[in-house]
């Protein structure tokens, strides 16, 4: 079939909506017409050129939601006209990581996602002149029609809204599953979160949800403040207007009791790893949890001086919020359409697929927080 996608021709590029040529799904296959999708800082980062798994020409979009419209050989969990949600960490339930229990990281098909391709080692899209064009993290939500793997892809209720539950695609799960996967924050604990934008303030609601007592958001842009309050931050920092932000942050949790001061847990949503070196040394000497959710630039490392870690801080990392996507995606989706988490207010944009860059040029002027397309 014949289908419209935003395709990434190079890296740097704006994306170019075109005609594109889709096969249908093979074995184990599922062809889904997305409904919407939402653009995510990994979009940009790979559109970039700053990811080292980046593939170009490439179908970008990992956010998304829609229909079943076909399913291929051996599919036996879902169904034409089943509403889903595409998942780049999939869910086998079979292999060794799924089987551990201790990770959401299932590694049955992460090779051939990592290359562009679907499991059989080939490509789905194709340009009109017949050039392939590579699969995006699994998913390619930015094409009006795509086919995933049936283990990624989480079967979800039917009267939920496609243009809103699709950012539980990523940024909802992710920001919320960090702090309840991740970090396991307790009632009443202290919080910084670097980075007010998709991810960050779904870490603070996250935080809000768990019962965090204090939650310092910390980001250089000001206008990000507002709608982080509304969603439970209650102290801000902007970096670019304090001295030391990790001496900032520490007084702002100092005690009569506790003069070493420091945050119980932090959250690097920037992806800059000098922040993410911050978010680790604000956190409390003999306890802080920091949970690196950013993704750096190919070539970027993290630092600090191992004292830090020495006296008892832990640097962790989480993706998809350590959510298991077949299992955890469609609570998520109660919990929106039951009112327990919100989404409506964090979507700031609703634009049409031909309107795709200006979604990217919106997130560079830290004017949305999501810019979601519907088809
Ligand atoms: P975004 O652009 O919506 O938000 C980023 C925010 O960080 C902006 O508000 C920006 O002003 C702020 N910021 C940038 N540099 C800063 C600095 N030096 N100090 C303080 N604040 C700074 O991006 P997003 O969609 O929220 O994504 C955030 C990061 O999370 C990206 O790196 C993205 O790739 C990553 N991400 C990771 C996962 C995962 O599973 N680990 C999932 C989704 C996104
Ligand atoms: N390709 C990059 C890594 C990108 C990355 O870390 N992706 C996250 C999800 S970001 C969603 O917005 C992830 O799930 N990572 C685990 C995995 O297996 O990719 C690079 O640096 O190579
Ligand atoms: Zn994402």
């Known amino acids: 079939m014949r289908t419209k996608a935003a395709v990434a021709l190079k890296a740097g590029e704006p994306l170019q909506i075109m005609e594109v040529n889709l096969d249908g799904p093979k074995k184990g296959e599922v062809l889904v017409e997305i409904k919407a999708t939402g653009i995510c800082h990994t979009d940009e980062f790979t559109r970039s050129g700053a990811d080292p798994e980046g593939l170009f020409p490439c179908i970008l979009g990992h956010e998304g939601a829609g229909v079943v419209i076909e399913v291929g050989e051996g599919v036996t969990t879902?169904?034409?006209?089943?509403?889903?949600?595409?998942?780049?960490?999939?869910?086998?339930?079979?292999?060794?990581?799924?089987?551990?229990?201790?990770?959401?990281?299932c590694t049955a098909i992460r090779n051939t996602q990592g290359q562009g391709?679907?499991?059989?080692?080939?490509?789905?899209?194709?340009?009109?002149?017949?050039?392939?064009?590579?699969?995006?993290?699994?998913?390619?939500?930015?094409?009006?029609?795509?086919?995933?793997?049936?283990?990624?892809?989480?079967?979800?209720?039917?009267?939920?809204?496609?243009?809103?539950?699709?950012?539980i695609g990523c940024g909802v799960t992710t920001g919320i599953g960090a702090v309840i996967n991740t970090a396991g924050v307790e009632i009443g604990s202290k919080a910084a979160v670097f980075g007010l934008g998709g991810i960050g303030l779904n870490v603070i609601q996250g935080l809000r949800m768990a019962g965090a007592d204090m939650i310092i958001g910390v980001d250089l842009n000001d206008d990000k403040a507002e709608m982080a309050k509304k969603f439970g931050m209650t102290h801000f920092v902007?970096?670019?207007?304090?001295?030391?932000?990790?001496?900032?942050?520490?007084?702002?949790?100092?005690?009569?009791?506790?003069?070493?001061?420091?945050?119980?847990?932090?959250?690097?949503?920037?992806?800059?790893?000098?922040?993410?070196?911050?978010?680790?040394?604000?956190?409390?000497?003999?306890?802080?949890?920091?949970?690196?959710?950013?993704?750096?630039?190919?070539?970027?490392?993290?630092?600090?001086?191992?004292?830090?870690?020495?006296?008892?801080?832990?640097?962790?990392?989480?993706?998809?919020?350590?959510?298991?996507?077949?299992?955890?995606?469609?609570?998520?989706?109660?919990?929106?359409?039951?009112?327990?988490?919100?989404?409506?207010?964090?979507?700031?944009?609703?634009?049409?697929?031909?309107?795709?860059?200006?979604?990217?040029?919106?997130?560079h002027e830290g004017k949305s927080i999501r810019a979601v397309v519907v088809y």
């Open 78 to 105: 879902l169904k034409p006209g089943d509403h889903v949600i595409p998942l780049y960490t999939p869910e086998c339930r079979e292999c060794p990581s799924c089987l551990s229990g201790k990770t959401n990281l």
């Open 117 to 167: 391709l679907m499991p059989d080692g080939t490509t789905r899209f194709s340009m009109l002149d017949g050039t392939p064009i590579y699969h995006y993290m699994g998913c390619s939500t930015f094409a009006n029609h795509t086919v995933m793997p049936e283990i990624a892809l989480a079967k979800v209720r039917e009267d939920a809204p496609f243009d809103k539950i699709c950012y």
């Open 238 to 363: 902007n970096p670019s207007k304090v001295d030391n932000t990790v001496q900032a942050i520490v007084d702002l949790t100092k005690t009569e009791k506790d003069q070493i001061g420091g945050v119980d847990y932090s959250f690097d949503a920037t992806g800059n790893v000098k922040v993410m070196r911050d978010a680790l040394e604000c956190s409390h000497r003999g306890w802080g949890v920091s949970v690196i959710i950013g993704v750096a630039p190919a070539g970027a490392e993290i630092s600090t001086r191992p004292f830090q870690l020495v006296t008892g801080r832990v640097w962790k990392g989480t993706a998809f919020g350590g959510a298991k996507g077949r299992t955890d995606v469609p609570k998520f989706v109660d919990w929106y359409m039951n009112g327990k988490i919100e989404i409506d207010p964090m979507i700031t944009h609703t634009l049409s697929l031909e309107q795709i860059n200006d979604g990217f040029d919106l997130m």
